[in-house]
C-alpha cells in the first residue's frame, strides 16, 4: 500500500498560480501510473493531469496548456503546477496512483480561485 498526503492547496486570485505537491509514503517506482483529479461542489471527479512511469503525460481538455504534472520519483513526490488560473478551477484536488491494478487515493486540498 502507499498513502498519499497532498498540499499548496489555497485560496488564489485568477490569473495567479499554484503547484500542488502530492507526497508518497513510499517509493513510486516506475510502474506507478500518478495523476491528479479534482472534484468541483455538485459535479463529478474528473481527471485533471496523469503521468506515466516513463514521464508521458496526458491531460483534462480544460487546462491544457495551463497546468502541467510532474514527478520525482526519488523524492518520491508529484506535483502540479497551476498557471492562468480561472474560477472554474475552483475544486478539491486529490492526488492518484494506480499500482499493478490497486488504486489509492489521497484526501485532498482545497484549492479557490476568487477575487
Known amino acids: 500500500q502507499v498513502r498519499l498526503v497532498e498540499s499548496g492547496g489555497g485560496l488564489v486570485q485568477p490569473g495567479g498560480s499554484l503547484r500542488l505537491s502530492c507526497a508518497a509514503s513510499?517509493?513510486?517506482?516506475?510502474?506507478?501510473?500518478m495523476a491528479w483529479y479534482r472534484q468541483a461542489p455538485g459535479k463529478e471527479r474528473e481527471l485533471v493531469a496523469g503521468?506515466?512511469?516513463?514521464?508521458?503525460?496526458n491531460y483534462g481538455d480544460t487546462v491544457k496548456g495551463r497546468f502541467t504534472i510532474s514527478r520525482d520519483n526519488a523524492e518520491k513526490t508529484v506535483y502540479l503546477q497551476m498557471n492562468s488560473l480561472k474560477s472554474e478551477d475552483t475544486a478539491v484536488y486529490y492526488c492518484?496512483?494506480?499500482?499493478?491494478?490497486?488504486?489509492?487515493w489521497g484526501q485532498g486540498t482545497q484549492v479557490t480561485v476568487s477575487s
Open positions: 503521468i506515466t512511469g516513463g514521464r508521458t503525460t
Open positions: 513510499k517509493t513510486i517506482s516506475s510502474s506507478y501510473y
Open positions: 492518484y496512483a494506480r499500482y499493478r491494478g490497486d488504486n489509492y
